[in-house]
């Protein structure tokens, strides 16, 4: 597998499909609520298997949430979530965020459980679908970004 960071002009046309295919036609989230004005902002993930297809992506706002989490129903379970989720974690890390926040869909709870998140609200219903706030907390600073001597 293999994660590319970048600018939503850079992936949205690659990652927009895995988001369509996840979000609108299997979950039924209305397409209206799925593009927002956040993608042109933010810094964002695409998956990729071993053919070169994309299958997963995600995005980290400048705020620090962590969302549209979506990995195609065929290779779930094999790792893509989790590294696209470290990925973005990494990168909000690096940029001296203290921590990362999200809205989970309630069956992602365990998912996102298992990267260190912890859930932070009461359940709430958002395009009609459970969920719960989780947060992420650093106890230490980001690493020192190395540079060359000569820089
Ligand atoms: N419930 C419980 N555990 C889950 C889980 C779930 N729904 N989904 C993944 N996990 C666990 C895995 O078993 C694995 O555990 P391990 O570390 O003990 O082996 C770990 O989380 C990482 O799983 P991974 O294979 O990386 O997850 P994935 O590639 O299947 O992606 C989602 C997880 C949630 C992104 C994916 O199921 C998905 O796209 N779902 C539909 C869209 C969605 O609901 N997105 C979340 C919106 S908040």
């Known amino acids: 597998m293999n994660i590319e960071l970048?600018?939503?002009d850079a992936l949205g046309a690659l990652a927009l499909p895995v988001r369509l295919a996840v979000f609108v036609?299997?979950?039924g989230v209305?397409?209206?609520?799925?593009?927002?004005?956040?993608?042109?902002?933010?810094?964002?993930?695409?998956?990729?298997?071993?053919?070169?297809?994309v299958i997963g992506t995600a995005r980290l706002l400048p705020d620090g949430h962590i969302g549209r989490m979506a990995v195609l129903a065929p290779a779930r379970g094999q790792g893509v979530g989790r590294t696209l989720l470290h990925c973005l974690m990494d990168a909000a890390h690096k940029r001296g965020l203290t921590q990362?926040?999200?809205?989970?869909?309630q069956h992602a709870v365990p998912f996102y459980e298992r990267?260190?998140?912890?859930?932070?609200s009461a359940p709430y219903l958002d395009a009609g679908i459970?969920?719960?706030?989780?947060?992420?907390?650093?106890?230490t600073p980001s690493p020192p970004t190395t540079t060359h001597p000569g820089s």
């Open 130 to 139: 459970a969920h719960v706030d989780m947060r992420h907390t650093w106890t």
């Open 6 to 8: 970048g600018s939503w």
């Open 25 to 27: 036609q299997e979950q």
């Open 30 to 53: 209305p397409m209206a609520l799925e593009l927002d004005e956040w993608d042109a902002v933010s810094l964002h993930a695409i998956a990729r298997n071993t053919q070169g297809a």
């Open 115 to 120: 990267a260190g998140f912890v859930v932070c």
């Open 100 to 105: 990362v926040l999200l809205s989970a869909q």
